[in-house]
Structures are given as structure tokens and as C-alpha cells.
């Protein structure tokens, strides 16, 4: 229970920290030809002076709200139970991380993806009645975005892109869990104890996150793909990605716009990932920490 609280008050507050940051990448990936989204800081600067901070940069935070704290709360949950099942029936450490993480994102994203749909279009739209950027969307708000959907294009949109985007979650949240377990375990080795101190718990958090998502973000690609469903001014044509086979989604993907195609935003995402990641952790090992020391004084006084 406590480790399910702890992680969605840490993982929501990461990502809210950090959405600004992941609206920059949405529109490098989403918008490759757009000159003034060329750097990470271009279309930072760009998006908050043309469309602002609430309405711009912090497009879609409602619906990324929405499915990060019940998200984060069903992964670790999901996560921590896994983990110690596998390890206390005989499993190796970490093969019993990287299926914890696999199991977590698993059961997750029937509530996240919904969101992500909602999320990355109002990214993609900015303000309302944008005058500075063609998305091809243009809804007053989630609720409004929420109802459109259904309306035009069933409730099935709301899971568009489903695949693809468990394709790239599912390793991210594998790896992302592999590598901060695997970190955590050398730096305690290295002080030589279980506290292992601040500047090592962010880094441990912080090269997790920045490793996994570097990795995987050509899958990154392929999920916007999915989302936009047909990418029309925004690349060199109209053009439908076939997502039902991850392999030929990479190939299409590589040969519409190279290698770059497949790492496009990654400085973003590089950042965003390294960031939400150590602030997640950070904050997911501390408020256990405390709910945990709480419990035992309660019982005590009990």
C-alpha cells in the first residue's frame, strides 16, 4: 500500500515538473521540417512566446494528471509485488526487474493510454485556434477534446496507437527499473551501506531514466506516429503508419526520414526522462521512507 502511494505522488509530481520539457519534444517530433522547433532551446523559447505557459507549454497537463497518479500508483504496485515474488521463488535480480518493470507498465497502460492520446494532441495543438502552428487539432480543453473524439471518431480513438505505445513503455519501464536497481546496487556497494545519500540517489535515478529513454526512443517516434494517426503537412506528404508490426513501423520510419527520423527529439527526451525519472525515485524511496518510520511509530504507540 504504502509503496503504491509513495510512487504515484512521486511519478505524478516528476512528470508535471517535467511537462513542459516533454511538449518540446512532441512538437521536434511531431513537426520535423518546422525551422523554429529546430534546437530544444529554439522551440522552447518559440512555444512560450507565441502561445504562452499554461495554454503552450503546459498544453494537456490535465490529462497527463489524470493518468499519471492512478498510472504511477497501479505500476508500483504492480512492480513491487512482482519483483518480490520472482526474486523469493528463485528468479535472478534481474530478470525479476525487468519483467517487474514489463508487469507495472502492463497493467498501467489501460489507464494511461487514454490519456496519452489526450495529452500528446493538445501538446500538438498548443492554444486554441492556434494561429501559429497547423496541427490539424483544435479543441477547447480535455473535456472538449474527450467528447470530440467520441463523437468524430469513436470511443476506439482513445486507444489509438495502444500497441506501439505499450511497445515503447514496456521496455522503457524494463530498462528504466534494470538500470536503477542495478545503479542502487553499485552505490551502496560503493559507500559501503543501505543510505547511500542525496546526490547518489538523484544520479542513480537520473541515469536510469536518461539511459532507458535514449534507448527506446525510436519506439518514442512510432507511438507519435500512431497518435497522429496520418501526418500530413508535417512531414513531406500524407502518409499512414502501419503500426501492427514495430519492425516495419522502424523501416517506414527510416526510409521517410533517415536515422535521424528514429532520434529525433532525443535531447528532449534524454532530459525529460533523466529528470522525471530522479525526481520519481527520489521522491518514491523518501515519502516510503517516511510512511514506513510513520507506520512503525504507530504501531509502537499502539
Request: charged share 20%; aromatic share 12%.
Amino acid at each position: 500500500m504504502f509503496c503504491m502511494l509513495a510512487g504515484g505522488l512521486g511519478g505524478s509530481t516528476g512528470d508535471i515538473l517535467m511537462h513542459s520539457l516533454d511538449t518540446v519534444k512532441t512538437r521536434q517530433q511531431g513537426a520535423p521540417n518546422t525551422i523554429k522547433y529546430a534546437t530544444m532551446s529554439d522551440a522552447y523559447l518559440t512555444i512560450f512566446r507565441e502561445e504562452g505557459f499554461r495554454r503552450g507549454l503546459y498544453g494537456g497537463i490535465a490529462p497527463a494528471f489524470m493518468g499519471s497518479l492512478p498510472g504511477t500508483i497501479i505500476f508500483f504496485g504492480t512492480y513491487e509485488y512482482s519483483k518480490r515474488h520472482l526474486i523469493d521463488s528463485g528468479c535472478p535480480d534481474q530478470i525479476a526487474y525487468l519483467a517487474g518493470g514489463l508487469l507495472g507498465d502492463l497493467f498501467a497502460s489501460i489507464i494511461y493510454v487514454p490519456s496519452e492520446v489526450l495529452k500528446t494532441r493538445l501538446q500538438l495543438q498548443g492554444r486554441y485556434n492556434n494561429p501559429y502552428f497547423r496541427s490539424g487539432y483544435n479543441y477547447r480543453g480535455t473535456v472538449d477534446a474527450t467528447r470530440t473524439i467520441i463523437r468524430t471518431e469513436g470511443p476506439a480513438a482513445l486507444f489509438y496507437g495502444y500497441k506501439a505505445t505499450i511497445m515503447r513503455d514496456l521496455p522503457f519501464s524494463a530498462l528504466q527499473f534494470a538500470f536503477y536497481e542495478q545503479f542502487q546496487k553499485w552505490a551502496k556497494e560503493w559507500v559501503g551501506g543501505r543510505d547511500i545519500g542525496l546526490p547518489l540517489e538523484i544520479a542513480t535515478g537520473a541515469m536510469a531514466g536518461g539511459l532507458a529513454g535514449t534507448i527506446t526512443c525510436p519506439l518514442g517516434m512510432l507511438v507519435l506516429k500512431a497518435l497522429m494517426l496520418e501526418v500530413t503537412e508535417l512531414t513531406s506528404g500524407p502518409l499512414k503508419f502501419n503500426t501492427s508490426s514495430i519492425v516495419e513501423g522502424l523501416k517506414l520510419l527510416y526510409k521517410t526520414e533517415g536515422i535521424q527520423g528514429w532520434f529525433r527529439g532525443v535531447g528532449p527526451r534524454a532530459v525529460w526522462t533523466s529528470v522525471q525519472s530522479g525526481t520519481m525515485l527520489v521522491l518514491y524511496q523518501y515519502l516510503l521512507k517516511r510512511m514506513e518510520k510513520w507506520d512503525e511509530g504507530r504501531v509502537v504507540d499502539l
